[in-house]
């Protein structure tokens, strides 16, 4: 059975992490002290950290704006995030992908009030700081702000005023798309851009969660019309939550941000999500065109889970072994023993909607079909072979542990309790997160290896040369494409 240790989390938690050794049964007799096993790394501890973050203080306003509080008089600051749902770039209008992007960076950039220069001058005047970012795959825009815990009655009010009140300067518009304009034509020479792109269209299709930025052709169509319509359909209090934490009562966070958004008003917009995405059968392999590229980006991707799935669990442990860092499988494989790439890696991508697992690397263009068969053999052998009771532990520990120092961060915090509200998880739900990864088994991972890393729904996107086809071809017919 496996021991849990009681952890206050304070800034001895790096050194008590750093320290804590590995026990195995018969190390330990009498009074002699514990002797690390290494592992060519820091030592971890064989025991199982008791994590317990701070509760957040909730109170919904009468617009239905949710508000929650994490008090912290650690520091004089103040750290604000405003999370408005349905008004993220999923939700953009059929032919106006950006949309949401655009309106989002407008924000700032001009009130009733203010101009843009006014409000960066106030800002900074006060050593505050405020950033709006939406993004074409998720389902929000979020606001952030900092500041001060002394002066918050004075900037708080200017990031109510760039929410509320925003004016769209036609101006400012024409500078934003000018400045996107530059960025898109970036973004089509960045392989790894192309290869984002094409395994979410690949497994996505033509649907809003298969796009993930704004065309030259929607940007230059955006107009302040368009803008002003998207903001005043999508902003809404109701589907808005404030998380702030810091320097600050939740009584006194309470009356000022009851004050600051007093004037918006509860619409009956409502969040609907997009229909659950049904899973491509048969492997595809696309082929992006990049001549005379002397390395080729492979990405290769499957539909999985929403972040609500019961499965979220074990199913980043697995992930853990395969691929999240330099001591996954992958990396091992591909960069360690066959010298193929710099690194290679797995990740997860679960939100609202059904998500996906990827794996990725950039290879050499001569290795491209001994890459791609190292990634397949990876792919089976977790869904095929039990992992070692020492990897697993190891791969658990070290998860544990990152959690654990991340609580260090207010802004972790902040999004561990977003996470929490937004998906409605029991209130102890971080409590029980290192327990929960502790108990996943060896059959657990081999399980999530065979339900979501098989071979066989594996899709395939390559940014390369023409001249690799030939390997590709391998997994698959190939499908080519120019950028």
């Known amino acids: 059975m496996k021991k849990h240790l009681s952890l ?23 009074n002699a002290q514990p002797q690390p096993t290494r592992f060519n790394r820091a030592p971890v501890s064989n025991e199982i950290l008791q994590v317990h973050i701070p509760r957040a203080v909730k109170q919904t306003l009468p617009n ?56 960066a001058r106030a800002i900074d005047t006060q050593g505050a700081s405020i950033n709006v970012s939406s993004a074409s795959i998720y389902t929000d825009t979020s606001l952030f702000a900092s500041g001060l815990s002394s002066n918050f009655s004075i900037w708080l009010p200017i990031v109510a005023d760039v929410l509320l009140h925003p004016s769209f ?7 934003a798309k000018s400045r996107q304009m530059s960025r898109l034509q970036s973004q089509q020479a960045n392989a790894g ?31 302040v019309d368009a803008i002003r319509a998207f903001y005043s359909q999508h902003y809404a209090p109701q589907n808005t939550m404030v998380i702030v934490a810091g320097d600050i009562t939740p009584e006194k966070a309470f009356a000022a941000v009851s004050d600051a958004l007093k004037g918006w ?28 590229s002397v390395q080729t980006n492979l ?40 010298s193929y790439t710099y690194g290679a890696y797995s990740r997860i991508d679960a939100n609202d909607y059904r998500g996906y697992v990827s794996a990725s690397s950039e290879v050499r263009s001569s290795v491209t079909g001994g890459a791609l068969d190292e990634f397949f053999n990876e792919f089976h052998r977790l869904g095929s072979e039990p992992v070692s009771a020492q ?23 902040m999004s561990y309790v977003y ?18 990864i502790a108990t996943v088994s060896a059959e657990d991972v081999m399980r999530m290896g065979t339900k979501y890393f098989s071979g066989e729904n594996m899709q395939v996107v390559a940014i390369g040369d023409p001249t690799i086809k030939p390997a590709l071809a391998k997994w698959g017919e190939v499908q080519e494409i120019k950028p």
Not at 8 to 26: D, F, H, K
Not at 267 to 291: G, M, N
Not at 419 to 436: L, V
């Open 64 to 119: 239905g704006v949710r508000v929650l509080v994490l008090e912290n008089h650690r520091a004089a600051q103040i750290n604000i995030n405003i999370v408005i749902d349905g008004a993220g770039g999923l939700f953009d209008p059929a032919g106006q992908p950006g949309l949401a992007n655009m309106t989002a960076q407008m924000l700032s950039r001009g009130t009733e009030k203010l101009s843009a220069q006014d409000i």
């Open 299 to 338: 990405v290769l991707g499957r539909l999985a889970i929403d972040r609500r799935d019961p499965d979220y669990v074990p199913l980043s442990v697995a992930n853990n072994i395969l691929g999240s860092g330099a001591a996954g499988r992958l990396f091992m494989r591909l960069r360690e023993e066959k």
């Open 169 to 175: 300067p036609a101006n400012e518009l024409a500078d």
């Open 8 to 30: 206050v989390i304070t800034p001895l938690v790096v050194s008590l992490l750093a320290s804590c050794p590995i026990l195995t049964e018969g190390q330990v007799t009498g």
């Open 419 to 436: 996470t929490q509200a937004h998906y409605g998880f029991p209130d102890d739900y971080w409590d029980r997160y290192a327990a929960q």
């Open 265 to 292: 008003q509860k619409t009956d917009l409502q969040v609907k999500l997009p229909p659950v995405k049904q899973e491509t059968a048969r492997r595809t392999v696309t082929l992006v065109d990049r001549p005379d």
């Open 391 to 413: 990897e697993l532990s190891r791969h658990e520990h070290s998860m544990v542990a990152v959690f654990a120092l991340s609580l260090e961060s207010s802004q972790s915090l």
């Open 193 to 223: 851009f192309l290869a984002s792109k094409y395994i979410r269209k690949t497994l996505y299709g033509d649907t809003p969660e298969g796009i993930v930025s704004a065309t030259p052709a929607s940007t230059a169509a955006f107009t």
